[in-house]
């Protein structure tokens, strides 16, 4: 039994595993793998149209917004919003709060002014911060709902009058927000959402058409919103794998439901961390992710042997990134509580054998 | 039994099939699926490395060319050329053969001046030209090898002084070339090499840094080079079937015993064209694709009742696009030649029905 903690690519529900394994050899009897169909046929549009739904009811979306799978990941999103949002002369404003927020920044710089209006870098990015203000000629205004390398995460989104950007890689559909007050939401799959290889873009169409330079074509989302996410041959297996765990949410009793369980697996995870004398973290407590815990053990030396003594019991992808050190449990949507429970109990063993 | 014509995405080895659906299930035993495994370890480093080596030696690359795989597909790739080789004020030459090339053109002229050096669209693209000259002083002189939607292929690639860039996305690895002559081949995967989802990029390296402004992250092919195809998360299945095909076709004999398979197959269907009362094909027969065999019915009306007759009998894929209508059987490696020969014998017994 192997316990998967993976950061991501990450743990997908057993139920999309077994359904997306038996489409790769025979796609609904249709004689053919899912590799191996058209991406404009019946069925694969069907499966195309049938996520981008999913999404916009599980979100509770309106008109307003479109629903997309683009290739390129969260990083080439980096570079997307802003070609999409931004004039050369026009300023966009920026959270820095992680490595992820800084490589938005980075990329954003190349084709406008960007206004970095609040960072948590100087204290290694274990808090948000909490005082700033964002200017109101901000064409924009670009957070990361959560830091998957340093196990921080928005409590709250901050209000604001300025067109609101969200890189929700790590805590989509984790947790109920007002999705329609978002003007642009991206995601790469690989966490909460499906397999690497294709990412969610949620747009509110009124928000696009007011650059005055030439966007190019792969990169304008007016494109992609007229062809109903289909403006060239789709991730197909990555789409269909999406709209399953789509599906598997919404059987689960949606959004909601999964924030009421995905707080029971934080909340026991960080009461370990802060009971166990062994572990501690230092993450700012009013900002503790809780979709990525990140934690140390008090006698670093202690770290490799707690590392080797979980492997022996199937626990998968807990090593910290590089960047935090110590240790990363991701608690992503389909991690069941079980796995929790597991590890909770395999650091009080440990506890106890020291 | 279903005989899988499609243009793309198209059929794939049955070998392959079977194994990528087992890795959904159990990546080698790990004990959790390649969907849910994470990019940075050694098992999907690994995968990586052996793919890009895998090109290399069934290309018969050396050092100066690199191997990527990378997100955004071909139509990605229209932008990304340009970006990495053309600075705004200097111009590169374009074949125009087909609907794919005119993209590519389209978008190259965002970017910089574009020398279109010859078309075949008033003939419809019946054809590949054949007089024409490529000026000096072009940065790069781009073709589309073979042209998917009208049936059209170059049978030699036209010799040049300047850096020579090839769309291949549906005849890679189709037929022996001199691919080290290239300075970059592009090729989306879903026709001979894998799913949807990835694209191959062959660069020599030498070609790159030459363009006086910044390229987003993303689009600098140098990036990805120096991240050994890892720049951001990897469409990992994606990469994986690759992987799985190109060990296929080093099992089946290589490039050059698959060119040998692929000219019977196709010599196949154009002699039953050729023969047979009922049928025809407009395309030049000196440019005749091995890969896509575009053809009609003298008279249209015998089309649909054709059509119904070979899917009764599990043909499946071959109707044409749109735009080159009638019939498109395509012949990717993956097709064995009995599915060929089963769709002559239905040719020649709606034939003797009439």
Chains 1, 2 share one sequence.
Not at 88 to 114: M, Q, R
Request: net charge neutral; hydrophobic share 40%; charged share 20%.
């Amino acid at each position: 039994m192997v316990h998967n903690f993976n950061a991501g690519p990450s743990i997908l529900p057993k139920e999309v595993i077994e359904q997306a394994s038996a489409a790769v050899i025979d796609y609904n009897n249709s004689g053919i793998s899912i590799l191996e169909m058209g991406h404009r046929t019946p069925e694969f549009t069907s499966v195309m149209e049938e996520a981008r739904v999913l999404v916009k009811e599980l979100m509770d979306l309106g008109s307003d917004h479109e629903v997309l799978f683009l290739h390129g990941g969260a990083s080439t999103q980096f570079m997307q919003v802003p070609m999409n949002l931004l004039n050369p002369k026009d300023s966009a404003a920026y959270a820095d709060t992680g490595v992820w927020s800084s490589k938005a920044i980075k990329e954003a710089k190349l084709f406008g002014k960007v206004d970095v209006v609040c960072s948590s870098k100087e204290r290694n990015y274990i808090d948000i911060p909490n005082d700033f203000a964002v200017p109101n000629d901000a064409n924009y205004f670009h957070i990361t709902t959560n830091n998957t390398i340093f196990g921080t995460q928005w409590q709250t989104i901050p209000k604001t009058s300025n067109i609101l950007v969200a890189d929700m890689s790590s805590d989509v559909f984790s947790r109920q927000l007002d999705f329609k007050t978002f003007g642009l939401i991206y995601a790469g799959a690989q966490k909460n959402l499906g397999p690497a290889g294709v990412t969610m873009v949620v747009v509110n169409k009124n928000i696009l058409g007011k650059v005055k330079h030439t966007i190019p074509t792969m990169m304008d989302y007016r494109n992609h919103i007229s062809e109903g996410s289909m403006l060239n041959t789709p991730p197909v297996f990555a789409v269909y794998t999406c709209m399953l765990t789509l599906r598997w949410l919404k059987v689960k009793g949606g959004i909601s439901a999964m924030e009421q369980l995905n707080n029971e697996k934080a909340t026991l995870l960080y009461n370990e961390i802060d009971r166990n004398e062994l572990f501690s973290t230092q993450v700012a407590k009013k900002d503790r992710s809780k979709m990525n815990v990140c934690f140390t053990m008090k006698d670093s030396s202690l770290e490799k042997p707690f590392l080797d003594f979980v492997k022996q019991h199937g626990v998968v992808g807990i090593k910290g990134h590089r960047l935090s050190g110590g240790f990363r449990a991701s608690l992503y949507n389909a991690l069941p509580i079980s796995s929790v429970k597991f590890l909770v109990e395999l650091m009080q063993s440990f506890e106890q054998k020291q």
